[in-house]
């Protein structure tokens, strides 16, 4: 496990540096490259514009640097360090896993292209929930032996299907503790987590606009199911290998993870408006205003954070798991 986070921090740290993000662009290019003729087999008219691929009917999609696969290709790589017999193993297994990771995400910029064109209601779905737990499929195959990734995914798969009717129901559960811990430690541009006209969001102290009077504050988008989508895959993980303790570290991580996203999406907010103006008590009831701009070591610093607690849980805490056994019923390893 300790290498795991260890290989998972350092590859998030080298993704986010110039170098990192150079290489991002571009893969990214490259695969919106490839994919234009695919998509053309069901579409002549989809044109590309660099990593811009634009329907006639007016529909567009990014391949941004996001859609490189760094994040699934790392958690390989973490997932190897962690499991892995001995390096020359592990470097023969990472090489082929990164192959197909690229082809998986050939796959997956097509198909969304092809929902977004077809089924725009879709997307966000395909997006943000069927394909992340398709990853879970991949890394798992790539990962553990067939004897136990099978299993896995078989247990998985009937909890995905419930938990895509329930995650935002369950979800909840995570969203008092993580208010509980931003009401005492954030600073006074943090919000509350809810469930607002606007969906569910991360409330801010940062000024939109005061016209005619009327005090508007800004409010940035945070689902918490998109943070407790490793759920289903975990506990799939804990009744295979009969290891109940495990939900623990992995429901406290999924905390974590939601409250670090609250933080880091606030500053996010307050960085593009270059400075935002921040409402804050002055004692009398009313508020001042003042000038505020995040830390960016510190919002780099939760923001690794962030990106390593997300793919630990959703992509290698599951195999991790997995891949310790059947625990016996007399407590021996199987």
Request: one cysteine or more; aromatic letters at 4%; glycine letters at 8%.
């Amino acid at each position: 496990m300790a290498r795991a986070v260890a290989v998972l921090a350092f590859g998030f740290a080298l993704a986010d540096s110039e170098p990192g993000r150079a290489l991002g662009d571009a893969v990214a290019l490259a695969l919106a490259q490839v994919a234009t003729p695919l998509l053309h087999l069901f579409d002549p008219g989809i044109l590309r514009n660099g990593t811009e691929l634009r329907g006639a009917t007016g529909w567009a999609v990014r391949v941004s640097e996001v859609c490189d696969g760094h994040g699934l290709a790392i958690s390989l790589a973490a997932g190897l360090a962690g499991l892995a017999a001995g390096a020359g193993d592990g470097l023969r297994r990472l090489a082929l896993g990164l192959v197909a990771i690229q082809v998986f995400n050939l796959v997956r910029i097509v198909v969304l292209a092809l929902v977004l064109s077809a089924a725009p209601d879709a997307f966000d779905t395909v997006h943000v929930v069927v394909f992340p737990l398709l990853t879970v499929v991949l890394l798992a195959l790539l990962v553990l032996p067939v004897s136990r990734a099978l299993p896995l995914l078989a247990l998985a798969l009937p909890l995905v299907l419930l938990w895509l009717a329930v995650a935002d129901t369950v979800a909840q559960a995570l969203v008092p503790p993580a208010n509980l811990v931003l009401s005492a430690l954030a600073g006074p541009e943090v919000g509350q987590i809810a469930h607002r006209a606007a969906g569910w969001t991360i409330g801010t102290n940062l000024l939109a606009s005061d016209a005619a009077g009327q005090v508007r504050l800004f409010l940035a988008p945070l689902r918490p199911a998109d943070f407790a989508l490793a759920l289903p895959v975990v506990l799939a993980a804990v009744a295979f290998t009969r290891r109940p303790l495990w939900l623990v570290p992995a429901i406290l991580s999924m905390l974590v993870a939601l409250t670090l996203a609250a933080v880091t999406s606030v500053w996010a907010l307050a960085a593009a408006q270059s400075p935002a103006i921040l409402l804050v008590p002055d004692g009398t009831g009313a508020f001042a205003t003042q000038d505020f701009s995040p830390p960016e070591t510190l919002r780099a610093l939760l923001r690794l954070a962030q990106n390593t607690l997300v793919h630990l849980n959703l992509l290698v805490l599951p195999v991790l798991i997995a891949a310790r056994g059947r625990k016996a019923g007399g407590g021996r390893n199987a």
